[in-house]
């Protein structure tokens, strides 16, 4: 793809997403998720291939249907209160079917068949925008309507999605199917808290994207994309597989790493909701997703596999790709946790 066509269709999706996170009239939302949904689909099948293009058939047919459920709740909305602004939905039927909209949009459990498959068919790149920038829109929505969503309904997509997301994961070995699964389970824990406290929910999903961005990153410095790859990885760079072990201990929440503050958190606010039984459902189900992390460390940072000998000479020559905002990634995604009291400030 040419550079020019990139930088547009980049700036239309970036476009999108804002319009989405700015405006308070519901037909102004819409647009902004066709605008976004239309301009990722290029990025999609960036490099063409019958895989990738059934990835982008499904992620626009699943989009699309999303985009028409989210207009008939507005328009029910509509009908009720005569009104076209996000504040409080005035019919139960309409908050239901904006809820389903937006979760099918994010790749929420019942709605999450469409993550890995279109994860799996894409290049690691748009899998990284994917999974990270195209959550924004849809969960700030989500926090705009949270007063008016139906609490049950959404606990019952949250631990669903944190069961999934677990489950899911552990007969695989392809990175990016492993990256889509924690990815529902993430979504899950957000959509847990977020009609009790929806601004944990922010801090949840601003560390997820900190931590699956440092992941594809590292993912992509290597062209890894099956548990193999990632295992040699100990050949070409002997520090990064450390960071592996760190990020991936990060992302299955363990202290004292940065993973840990929103589960933490999350607990925390439903023990103080008086709910036992979800939160301690949630960290049991939570374990499936360290599982399948500490597979991956233990391939690539536990055990040297065998490999040839001209293999293991490769660390000692100069390495092309730029390893692009690695540190700085790597360090947010990792040591955070002591700045939690600061987050006070949030209640």
């Given amino acids: 793809m040419k550079p020019p066509i990139l930088i547009i269709i980049m700036a239309t999706i970036m476009t999108g997403t804002m ?33 990738a293009m059934e990835a982008s058939t499904k992620y626009f047919l699943t989009q699309a249907t999303a985009s028409m459920l989210l207009m008939m709740g507005v328009t029910i909305n509509l009908l009720y209160s005569g009104q076209w602004v996000v504040s409080k939905i005035s019919n139960p039927i309409a908050s239901i079917m904006m809820t389903t909209a937006l979760t099918m949009k994010l790749g929420l459990s019942p709605f999450h068949f469409w993550v890995p498959e279109v994860t799996q068919g894409i290049t690691l790149m748009s899998g990284m925008i994917l999974l990270t920038w195209q959550k924004i829109a849809p969960m700030s929505i989500l926090y705009q309507i949270s007063p008016s969503i139906n609490t049950n309904l959404l606990m019952l997509m949250a631990l669903t999605s944190v069961l999934v997301g677990g489950w899911g994961g552990l007969n695989q070995t392809q990175l990016r199917k492993i990256m889509a ?63 592996i072990l760190i990020l991936m201990l990060s992302l299955g929440g363990l202290p004292p790493l940065s993973g840990f503050i929103p589960k933490w958190m999350i607990i925390q606010e439903l023990t103080k909701n008086n709910m036992i039984i979800i939160p301690t459902l949630m960290a049991i189900t939570a374990l499936l997703n360290l599982y399948f ?32 905002l690695l540190p700085p990634l790597i360090i947010t995604s990792t040591m955070l946790l002591p700045l939690t009291p600061m987050l006070s400030v949030l209640d």
């Fill in 19 to 51: 319009i989405v996170m700015l405006s308070s009239h519901w037909l102004l939302i819409w647009i902004g998720f066709e605008m976004n949904m239309l301009a990722i689909i290029p990025i999609l099948m960036k490099k063409y291939n019958p895989r």
């Fill in 181 to 243: 699964y924690s990815s529902i389970a993430h979504m899950g824990w957000m959509a847990a808290i977020i009609t009790y406290n929806p601004t944990m929910m922010v801090l949840n999903l601003t560390l997820y994207i900190l931590m699956t961005l440092s992941t594809f990153m590292l993912f992509m410095l290597n062209s890894s994309t099956t548990t193999l790859s990632l295992s040699h990885m100990w050949n070409k760079f002997p520090l990064i597989t450390s960071m």
């Fill in 293 to 324: 992390y500490l597979r991956l460390t233990y391939s690539t940072a536990l055990t040297m596999f065998p490999s040839t000998n001209n293999m293991k000479m490769k660390w000692q020559f100069e390495y092309t790709k730029k390893a692009t």
